[in-house]
């Protein structure tokens, strides 16, 4: 009579394991882009009233992309900026035919891969979600450079430093065997004599730049604006 009784128990906790697992795993595939649509309508709305801006340089990307004041640090240049706070690189990639290519830039910089990695996407997933951003992005416009801006190394998301070393290590190897990436390394700059992040370079949060972390961004992009 007890085998009768703990077998059952036992088939139950397998399938309640089992369907949690999947259940977790779906959560895990599942991205929401219709969050982004008021910025993205946005952007385009901008595109109706301003004109649509061609063979020029467009930075996109997450929040780092966004705050960056690209008429004050990079005034002769008429950058377009379509950074979209709390993005990931899968975002630009979705949204890239109403944000990227109607602009026809001849050079992009990307700028994104914390806020994934902190959603607990692995370095192997953010290197393999920027190359398809790179073939999106040439299938349509093969002759435009891209440049990945390395994922920074912050305060608040210090803790994930070795995974977001592989995902660079892992970007930058794309890049050195493509004529048209290339790899913008933003990540030693930003670490002190103790090799951690500069406390200097962000605000209060410890994760966005101040100014003085964006002299340093600006220092290591603009070589790839004479190219």
């Known amino acids: 009579m007890k085998t009768r009784v703990i077998i059952p128990r036992m088939i139950i906790m397998v399938l309640f394991f089992h369907f949690s697992i999947d259940s977790w795993a779906d959560e895990k595939s599942e991205h929401d882009f219709k969050r982004w649509e008021r910025s993205i309508s946005e952007f385009e709305l901008k595109d109706q009233k ?27 240049q008429k950058a377009i900026n379509r950074g979209f706070g709390g993005s990931e690189i899968v975002d630009s990639t979705h949204f890239a035919d109403r944000i990227i290519l109607n602009h026809e830039p001849r050079l992009i910089f990307l700028y994104a891969g914390d806020n994934d990695l902190s959603r ?12 398809k951003f790179t073939e999106v992005i040439h299938k349509r416009l093969p002759k435009t450079r891209i440049v990945f801006i390395a994922i920074k190394p912050s305060l608040r998301r210090w803790e994930l430093a070795d995974t977001i070393m592989k995902a660079n290590q892992l970007i930058c190897q794309r890049c050195a065997n493509h004529n048209f990436l ?16 500069r406390p200097e370079l962000f605000k209060s949060d410890g994760l966005h730049l101040n100014h003085e972390g964006y002299l340093v961004w600006t220092k290591v992009v603009k070589p790839y604006l004479c190219q």
């Open 50 to 76: 301003q004109g649509v801006q061609k063979q020029g340089v467009l930075f996109v990307g997450s929040s780092s992309i966004r705050l960056w004041d690209l008429e004050k640090y990079f005034p002769s």
């Open 120 to 131: 607990d996407r692995t370095a192997e997933e953010v290197a393999g979600d920027f190359q």
């Open 182 to 197: 290339d790899y913008a390394d933003v990540w030693n700059p930003m670490l002190g004599a103790d090799c951690k992040p």
